[in-house]
């Protein structure tokens, strides 16, 4: 039997700061009062709960649990009280031992699966602090492991009990060990036969296939060396208690059993887990519907580790649970890691959920009705909430964070994918391109040639890479537009002052300008930031210079003949810039048509009307009114953003009217007067970049009078 002295060095070990003297006192307390007594196999009684409390120990709880052992059967088996025990220790700690008192008492006899779910229950809810339980499994535990020392007549029931209500409780508090201890030592008492069987199957099956269990081990050790993974792989082959419930609930012979080993695979971080359940699945097959990401979706008593089965080597199913170093700790310690000491010190929460809200649960929950392992599965707690681990078609884990879509995921790929992706596949099914990536999916993405970024795509992605190379790419295509448009406004501006562009000019004008080149000019004069007029200027500043005087507004054409008046026509509404021909009205008027107008069409038999005119070159007065027509969204301010955009222009609103209002969209009609063409295009552009104008049309209408 151990000494006060080793009992405390236990304690100390990992509570530097622990209470010696309290620890001492309740040894000396305890040993007093079951002075005389034994146990049946004919040791001091208070070698039990000594043994309790260091069980204790191994679970790092803090004093008063392990006094609490120390006392546990104190008052149900001496003179003892509540009172006594509160006076000289504390209060909490004759809670605490009345609290065990108590489950001792009650009567657990039943063999019957419900009632012993009841009795479960009924454990909990009689704990308000769930340290007695704790001291209630380590007393079984002890008393299991030492169930020689009870009466034979005992055994058994004690045996019955452990497997009904003990080992699943134990389950429930997330101590996996101590459940599959339990269950073996009962299972030991309750059917020797059946577990001496399947220990002789192993040795036999060692005898015939090696040592498995090694090799698996080597395997997987290799392949994540391979990835240059720091991972600790444990491999087991199941307790014989789990086997034997496998082969009852399959109905199967052990020798069709097939994952009889479990692997776990420990791991630094979450990120490290889906590397390696990625490389595991890219090296074996994965069974179908075998994997749960409990990272994810954590269950209600915190426990976290990512399961899966693989076929291994000869088809040998292998269970691998792959989880990190503090997440294999709070699986192994359960609900006693939240009073659990870590170097010396109380850890913070070690747990995947919020302890209290855990055990809140555990204690309120109790009608549920729900299947006995999935009890309180309906917490849905998630850590790990901004991240979600999805695959490629070839396993390689894709990390994102939630809300992420399948662009995401394709950019995440690479830039040149996402910029082709034209639908996506999620776990085999085609699924729209907003759809929310969920932990665990593999995703496939269709690609095609000559696709390109669309604009919605921005209200699609996630991440901040798709985000910038949509933008990007949108960027360089607007760019493109500047550069066509840009050409477009140059050619005019030259033409109009009787010169060609050439790419040789707009090098020289670039160069003096300080721009990179031709492209660069070009897209700066489609954007607006430079005028044509100015790189015309750079080359010809003489001929600029003389016109910088404004036209006639009554006689802006070259080619009327004294007398006669000039007009726009109100079907094509032509500006200086663009070719014209004249019509003669009545004798005098002469209207000015744009080249390309359909009204012209039915002129064709009167030759004699038609008059050759052409704009005078220079500088227009902002007078000549277009009609267009702009599809905006209906969202604050558009109206406001697109008046102010034309003012900035320098061009006037002769007219704005509402043509119809949906509930997203209205369309206007609005009458904008400008200089020339340079003027309009440059109007045009400005309208089109704005990013709630969907659509911008010149009115052009052949049924209104000339
Ligand atoms: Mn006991």
């Not at 009172?83 to 700690?93: D, G, H, V």
């Not at 012979?253 to 490290?272: C, E, H, K, N, T």
């Not at 693989?310 to 699986?331: F, L, P, W, Y």
């Not at 309180?376 to 078609?393: A, G, I, R």
Request: hydrophobic letters at 40%.
């Amino acid at each position: 039997m151990i000494t006060p002295d080793d009992l405390v060095a236990l304690v100390r070990n990992y509570n530097p700061t622990c209470d010696e003297a309290l620890i001492r006192r309740a040894w000396d307390y305890g040993a007093r009062m079951h002075d005389g007594q034994t146990r049946y196999s004919g040791e001091p009684y208070f070698t039990h709960p000594v043994a309790v409390a260091s069980i204790l120990t191994e679970m790092r709880l803090d004093d008063a649990t392990i006094v609490t052992a120390l006392l546990h059967d104190a008052i149900e088996d001496t003179r003892s009280t509540h009172t006594e025990i509160a006076r000289m220790f504390s209060p909490e700690i004759a809670e605490l031992v009345d609290g065990v008192t108590k489950l001792t008492n009650l009567q657990l006899s039943s063999s019957e699966a419900k009632q012993a779910e009841n009795f479960r229950k009924l454990l909990i809810a009689m704990s308000r602090d769930l340290r007695v339980i704790l001291v209630k499994l380590a007393d079984r535990l002890h008393n299991m492991r030492t169930i020689r020392s009870m009466r034979p007549d005992k055994q058994a029931q004690k045996a019955r009990e452990t497997m009904d209500i003990f080992a699943p409780l134990a389950g429930r508090m997330g101590m996996q060990w101590m459940r599959e201890e339990l269950e073996d030592l009962a299972f030991r008492v309750l059917n020797p036969e059946a577990r001496n069987s399947i220990l002789r199957r192993f040795i036999t099956l060692q005898r015939e296939s090696g040592d498995v269990i090694a090799r698996i081990t080597a395997d997987i050790r290799l392949e994540l060396e391979k990835a240059g993974l720091d991972c600790t792989v444990y491999g087991r082959a199941k307790k014989p208690y789990s086997v034997w419930r496998k082969m009852q609930e399959k109905d199967l012979a052990f020798s069709r059993l097939s994952d009889i080993y479990g692997f776990r695979l420990i791991v630094d971080d979450v990120a490290q887990c889906y590397q390696v359940l990625g490389l595991i699945h890219q090296r074996w097959r994965a069974v179908p519907g075998r994997f749960k990401d409990y990272i994810s979706q954590p269950k209600s008593n915190g426990y976290r580790s990512i399961h899966t089965t693989v076929s291994g080597r000869d088809g040998k199913r292998v269970e691998v649970q792959i989880r990190t170093r503090e997440m294999h700790e709070v699986a192994e310690a359960g609900v006693a890691a939240h009073w659990a000491y870590k170097d010396g010190a109380r850890t913070a929460n070690p747990f995947a959920v919020d302890p209290a809200k855990w055990i809140a649960t555990l204690t309120e929950r109790l009608d549920s009705s729900e299947d006995h392992d999935e009890f309180l599965e309906h917490v849905k707690l998630e850590m790990y909430s901004d991240q979600v681990f999805c695959f490629t078609p070839k396993g390689d884990v894709i990390q994102l964070p939630r809300g992420a879509t399948p662009l995401d995921f394709a950019y995440a790929i690479h830039t040149r994918i996402g910029h082709a992706t034209v639908s996506a596949k999620v776990d085999g099914l085609r699924v729209p391109l907003w759809t929310r990536l969920r932990n665990g999916q593999s995703v496939e993405i269709i690609t095609a040639e000559g696709q390109r970024p669309q604009a919605s795509w921005i209200e699609l992605v996630h991440t901040g890479r798709a985000k910038a190379a949509i933008r990007r790419s949108l960027r360089e295509e607007d760019r493109e537009r500047f550069v066509r448009l840009g050409r477009e406004l140059t050619r005019v501006a030259f033409e109009n002052l009787g010169r060609r562009v050439s790419d040789k000019a707009l090098d020289t004008a670039a160069r003096k300008m300080g721009l990179k080149g031709p492209q660069d000019l070009l897209a700066r004069v489609g954007s607006a930031e430079l005028s044509a007029r100015g790189v015309v200027e750079q080359l010809y500043p003489e001929l600029v210079a003389v016109q910088t005087e404004e036209i006639d507004a009554a006689r802006p054409v070259v080619g009327l003949e004294p007398g006669q008046t000039f007009r726009r026509a109100n079907c094509c509404q032509p500006v200086p810039g663009e070719r014209i021909v004249g019509i003669t009205y009545r004798g005098k008027g002469v209207v000015a048509h744009a080249i390309d107008c359909a009204v012209l069409a039915g002129l064709e038999d009167q030759p004699d009307r038609w008059i050759d005119l052409r704009w005078h070159e220079g500088r227009h007065p902002a007078i000549h009114t277009v009609a267009l027509e702009l599809t905006i969204s209906n969202s604050t301010g558009v109206l406001g953003r697109v008046c102010t955009l034309i003012g900035e222009q320098k061009a006037n609103i002769s007219d704005l009217r509402f043509l119809d209002r949906k509930p997203d969209y209205f369309r206007i009609f609005l009458e904008v007067d400008v200089r020339d063409a340079e003027h309009l295009y440059r109007i045009l552009t400005m309208l089109n970049a704005e990013n709630d104008v969907a659509q911008v049309i010149r009115l052009r209408d052949p049924t209104r009078q000339p």
